[in-house]
């Protein structure tokens, strides 16, 4: 007899007008996102893109050599 793990998907996501969310992005393994300097800058840069095009408020941000941490709210 071949047991069958069944998936239930998650909830939607409840996201409210100038709620903050705290957002937070791994490598996978733990391993390293970032390798050099370049790398968060470019993070950063496409992060200012994203905030404006979005129009998205950014409270805060951690960038470690493996996972981003963002604070951030939906307008």
């Known amino acids: ?3 069958v793990e069944e998936k239930i998907p998650r909830l939607g996501r409840i996201v409210l007008p100038n709620y903050p969310q705290h957002v937070v ?3 996978h393994n733990e391993q390293a996102v970032f390798a050099e300097e370049a790398d968060y800058l470019y993070y950063l840069n496409t992060l200012e893109e994203c905030k404006d095009l979005y129009d998205i408020k950014v409270y805060g941000f951690c960038l470690m050599i493996n996972q981003v941490h963002l604070n951030i709210a939906t307008r």
């Open 25 to 27: 992005q791994r490598g």
């Open 1 to 3: 007899m071949r047991l």
